[in-house]
């Protein structure tokens, strides 16, 4: 997502980008109808606990954080995604209880990170049914369910709000539903006030910041640095246009997120990582706790 197209969604500042999302309100209008009649009314009942992490707008919002944080504080954890951006298709078990079984051109860049960051077992499928499906066999306990807001199925339904400046959904705006469907949330939370980020940024001297993440200039709030190169999200780095980058910077360590980290450690670049942590508050973990004893 370049800045324009950013801005545009999230922040608009100038009149063209204020006009363009006037002029495209009636597609906005159509893509309304579809969401609201596209939406699950009815909920399948998988037998077996469910926790979705999602929220409604296009881009990150802290959900694969969120996600890690919560399944490095339950056991036998199953957390199934789309895997999106990965070189394969259908159902497969990236990691098993911590154990990496499938490399990030096979599993997705989200999935990795998930995978390498727990001892979760990891699944992506388009089907998330199929996925949830193959973590019953696996025999864990619970599903945590990546960006499941909309998914037909019983579930403890959390969704991270976060509030841009343009109230619009697509095309006109960066909202994927309408803020009215906040109302299908059982845990709304809110940055600063459910949970925190906690970042540790590593010492790096003769670096750059690289990174394909969504609204990568979020990183300038904990990163101070001269250096940097943005890709758009979820990108496929190639190795010569990195060491092009690294050559033309006079820098030879890359500094980077985890989500990047394992697109680029296969590389063997120097690669120092800004370690994101979420603390997750009593309150929520109590709320959590209690859906699952009474799904019990």
């Known amino acids: 997502m370049n800045n324009f197209i950013e801005n545009y969604l999230f922040y608009p500042k100038n009149i063209l980008q204020k006009l363009l999302s006037f002029f495209l309100l009636p597609f906005t209008l159509l893509y309304c109808i579809i969401v609201y009649f596209k939406f699950p009314k009815k909920y399948k009942d998988k037998q077996i606990p469910i926790i979705s992490i999602g929220n409604i707008i296009v881009g990150g919002s802290g959900k694969t954080p ?7 504080k339950l056991e036998n954890v199953a957390v199934v995604l789309r895997g999106y951006g990965r070189k394969s298709k259908g159902c497969i078990v990236v990691s098993k209880n911590g154990e990496i079984l499938e490399n990030v051109e096979v599993s997705g860049d989200e999935a990795q990170e998930i995978a390498i960051s727990t001892k979760a077992t990891v699944i992506v499928s388009e089907n998330r049914e199929e996925g949830i499906n193959k973590a019953k066999e696996i025999g864990v306990k619970l599903v945590i369910l990546d960006d499941g807001f909309d998914k037909p199925f019983k579930k403890l339904n959390i969704v991270i709000d976060v509030k841009i400046d343009n109230f619009f959904c697509l095309p ?10 906040l109302k299908y949330a059982d845990l ?10 906690v970042v540790k940024v590593p010492e790096c001297n003769n670096c750059i910041l690289i990174s394909a993440i969504s609204k990568p200039e979020r990183l300038f709030e904990f990163v101070k640095i001269d250096k940097y190169h943005f890709f758009i999200d979820h990108y496929e780095y190639k190795k010569d246009e990195i060491e092009k980058i690294l050559l033309q910077n006079g820098v030879n360590t890359i500094l980077t997120t985890k989500k990047d980290y394992v697109k680029l450690k296969k590389f063997g670049f120097n690669i120092k990582v800004i370690e ?6 009593n309150e929520v973990m109590s709320q959590i706790k209690e859906y699952l004893v009474k799904y019990e």
Do not use: M
């Open 66 to 72: 969120f996600t890690i944080a919560l399944a490095n």
């Open 188 to 197: 709304l939370l809110e940055e600063n006030i459910n949970f925190k980020r």
């Open 172 to 181: 006109s705006g960066g909202y994927r539903y309408p803020r009215s469907f």
């Open 276 to 281: 994101l942590e979420f603390e997750i508050s």
